[in-house]
């Protein structure tokens, strides 16, 4: 019999008009992620929280990540793990995948108070009886939300 390692799938998700201690708390978790060598993470492919994790990813030059985009694009790409242009038309119903589509452990939230996709996606998590992390701070300054 094969010794085929099990992996813990993780989604974070976060705004894309997060302040630096945001952006910070999403690196250093990301940083936890590739410290365990179980663990795959599942992101978006958006500016913000996202590209953080993604950066953290690329630094470390780890491959356990998978970057889901939308409409048939990537926006911010992993250099070492798996990018996955998908052709959903909206990033609601990537987010959806992402959390259906795997056997998801846990699901982190970077969210500022006001994104209704983060706020949707971590909704759905708990829906679904994802184990569940918000982490809330606030939006940053001189930003506005555009419709999604």
Known sequence: MEN????????????????P??????????????????TVVIVGD???????????FNLHKCKR??????????????LYGINLALIFPSPLTRNQFM???????????????ASSGTRHTFTLARSLNILTTVNVFAKQKGTEHAKQ
Do not use: M
């Open 4 to 19: 085929t390692p099990t992996f813990t799938y993780r989604v974070a998700t976060g705004s894309r008009f997060a302040n």
């Open 21 to 38: 201690r945001a952006l910070e708390a999403a690196r250093a978790w990301a940083r936890t992620c590739i410290d365990d060598l179980q």
């Open 46 to 56: 958006a500016p913000g929280i996202d590209a953080a994790i993604i950066s953290e």
């Open 65 to 78: 990540i998978r970057v889901h985009g939308w409409g048939g694009k990537v926006r911010c790409r992993t």
């Open 99 to 113: 959390l259906k589509h795997y056997k998801i452990h846990d699901c982190t939230a970077f969210w500022d108070g």
